[in-house]
């Protein structure tokens, strides 16, 4: 047994120290980060492969939904035309071109950094669409701005930033790459990594668990002080509360006790758990925007699913929160349940063949039951 832990220890070791040598030559960058861009004429594309040469990075491109226009033609007419449109009415969802559905969601990520043309000194209007709809999802986000320009400075576009992201924290500076230094951009990538402030928050983030009837979710939350009091709450003992349909979007009741908020304007998604009014919970299947504390998201279901899980439009719907996955309970999801496929080990490291509830090692790992 002693073995079995110390090769898996040493396998356990060995692959943190092979991560630890490629972030060492990287910036500080252990939480997730998401790439956002968007290109007309391929250099924001370019600069997002370098930068992902890097640093460890998914990459989201955003894109027009009206597919082959030219923003350029006319003397660059529509592109104009587009950002007067937005600078006419910024607040209106309507003042911004339509752009292919996002079906990334920012819930995984700690730190996202948007690559972006300079249009007539501002930010090209579709980055802004994108942004625009986005905002209340990165209020808790390190986000970090690459522009690319022929020539023009790039005020204009932070302040655009800053205008449709009130609530990030900046990373830093934004990175300006202009046309006549977009072949030394690895090097100037390179520096500006080392000024950002990436966030180093680990994303194995918290977990709690929601079961509704025979069935229980994992929720992924978030880091505020109405989770830190939740968390401190749920390991006094798992709560139990009676929920309601309503709007045709959520379940939502009374917690039974009061959490500090930060009320954010927001769109709920479907999946996030939400603190309303600082003393109810509300479990989404839809969306709605209000003012809202996020606490955090169901994993893993689909809309349709959430409705099954749920209960959607159903009234008096027992919901248990708690830190561990209660036993005998389904989860809707299709992974199937480690236990009965794993070899459960205790502590001092005798094989257990039916494990009932405590603290068991399984592939070198300590799990609750
Ligand atoms: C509609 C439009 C307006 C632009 N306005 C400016 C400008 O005012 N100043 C400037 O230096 N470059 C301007 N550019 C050039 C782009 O900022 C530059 O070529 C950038 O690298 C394009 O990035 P992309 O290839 O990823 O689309 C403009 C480009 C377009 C399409």
């Known amino acids: 047994m002693k073995q079995i832990l110390l090769s898996l220890a040493t396998l356990f070791f060995s692959c943190c120290s092979s991560d630890n040598e490629v972030k060492a030559e990287g910036p500080a960058n252990t939480g997730k980060t998401l790439v956002v861009y968007y290109s007309y004429t391929g250099n924001c594309r370019e600069i997002v492969n370098t930068l992902t040469g890097q640093i460890e990075a998914d990459v989201l ?61 501002q930010m090209a209007a579709i980055m802004q669409t994108y942004l625009f709809q ?49 072949g030394n951009r690895a090097s100037l990538i390179e520096s500006w990594l080392k000024t950002q402030n990436f966030s180093d928050e680990d994303t194995s983030a918290d977990k709690m668990y929601i079961t509704v009837g025979e069935q229980t979710q994992s929720v992924t939350l978030v880091d505020n002080d109405a989770v830190q009091i939740l968390i401190a709450k749920l390991q006094q003992g798992d709560v139990t509360m009676t929920l309601n349909s309503s709007g045709g979007f959520e379940i939502w009741g009374a917690l039974g006790f009061s959490l500090p908020t930060s009320n954010q304007q927001m769109t709920a998604q479907p999946g996030d758990v939400i603190l309303y009014n600082g003393s109810n919970i509300c479990l989404f299947y839809g969306s709605n925007s209000w003012s809202y504390t996020r606490l955090g998201h169901i994993d893993g279901l689909s809309e349709s699913q959430l409705r099954t899980f749920l209960k959607a439009g159903q009234n008096d719907i027992k919901v248990t929160l708690s830190l561990t996955k209660p036993t005998g309970i389904r989860n809707m999801a299709s992974t199937p349940s480690t236990k009965g496929e794993n070899v459960y080990y205790s502590l001092n490291g005798q094989k257990v063949t039916n494990p009932t509830h405590g603290i068991y090692i399984v592939n070198g790992k300590k799990i609750v039951l």
């Open 134 to 182: 986005s905002a209340s999802q990165m209020s808790e986000k390190h986000v970090g701005i690459i522009v690319s320009s022929h020539s023009s400075g790039i005020s204009g576009v932070v302040a655009d930033a800053k205008r449709l992201l009130p609530d990030v924290t900046w990373m830093g500076d934004a990175l300006w790459i202009k046309a006549s230094n977009h």
């Open 61 to 121: 491109e955003i894109r027009p939904a009206e597919k082959g226009l030219r923003y350029e033609a006319n003397n660059y007419a529509l592109g104009t035309q587009l950002l007067n449109t937005i600078k006419a009415n910024p607040n209106d969802a309507g003042s911004y071109p339509p752009i292919d559905p996002v079906t990334t969601s920012l819930n995984d990520y700690k730190n996202i950094i948007i690559v972006t043309p300079l249009w007539w000194s």
